[in-house]
């Protein structure tokens, strides 16, 4: 072979090799790599975790680079926790209960205030409602210096919040419920008996609102915050004025909602079924 037929050759070769490459280089451009996810998590914990997927861990095994639960780990777990107050003894536990989408409805929370005042912003994520909720709620104290219960962490929608509960979402949650305005002196238990029904628990909980209680009483003396296990009722207007007759009372205890309570100078609002 010529010299010049050898190289020819050569720089055909070269060719084909640096086309073929160019090639390959292109498809591995178009790969890429996968970007880590990245999470937030309610950092403080001494033991336990729980990141914006709704995984709770212990702190030792969350990710240091991730900032995740592992995969495998409890998810949306409601362990300590009371359903029907939505109140946990975890603050870990009370955030991941409460990021799963059947218990806290994405729309609703986005609407909260962060504070009572009308300036006050809203919260930008589930996430930041459920670990700010979780942390400082005053329907879980007392005289505001001493908790109600060993259920304080809770993450149900503040009592007077407008974004809770609308006329449809209401006829729902309500759908099926007789709701009775019992006698002075009545439990629910009773009052739902006497009409051949009985007392559904889980409901007093939606009755448990000043909008609520609106609809089905007068509330002439406005709507108060109370205790006890008598509520959602209403004052009876022969009662003693520092009861203030003629207010409807719902509880900021919601652990304490029972068909069994009853008092001498109240109306109680009754689910029954």
């Known amino acids: 072979m010529s010299k010049s037929g050898f190289y020819l050759s050569w720089i055909l070769v070269h060719l084909f090799v640096l086309q073929v490459s160019s090639r390959i280089s292109a498809i591995r451009k178009d790969i890429g790599f996968q970007e880590k996810t990245i999470c937030r998590n309610t950092v403080q914990g001494r033991y336990l975790l729980s990141d914006d997927n709704g995984h709770i861990c212990d702190a030792l095994s969350v990710d240091p680079q991730s900032r995740c639960c592992p995969g495998k780990g409890e998810k949306f777990s409601c362990h ?52 700010g909720r979780c942390r400082h709620n005053s329907e879980s104290v007392v005289h505001e210096n001493a908790y109600i219960s060993d259920f304080h962490h809770c993450f149900s929608l503040p009592s007077n919040s407008s974004a809770g509960v609308t006329d449809a979402n209401l006829e ?43 609809k089905y009483m007068s509330c002439k003396g406005a709507c108060l915050a109370s205790m006890g296990p008598d509520q959602p009722a209403e004052v009876v207007d022969d009662a003693p004025k520092n009861l203030n007759p003629g207010a409807c009372l719902f509880t900021r205890t919601q652990s304490m909602l029972s068909c069994e309570g009853s008092h001498l100078y109240t109306r109680r609002l009754c689910p029954c079924a």
């Open 80 to 131: 300590g926790c009371n359903l029907l107050s939505q109140c946990c003894n975890s603050y870990e536990f009370c955030v991941s209960c409460c990021l799963n989408p059947a218990r806290t409805q994405k729309a609703q929370v986005l609407k909260v205030k962060m504070a009572k005042q009308s300036t006050a912003g809203t919260y930008s994520s589930v996430f930041d409602f459920c670990v």
């Open 172 to 214: 729902g949650r309500l759908n099926g419920i007789n709701v009775i305005v019992g006698r002075q002196g009545e439990s629910c238990d009773s009052v739902c008996k006497s009409n051949g029904q009985s007392c559904v628990p889980n409901k007093l909980l939606v009755l448990n609102q000043c909008d609520i209680m609106q």
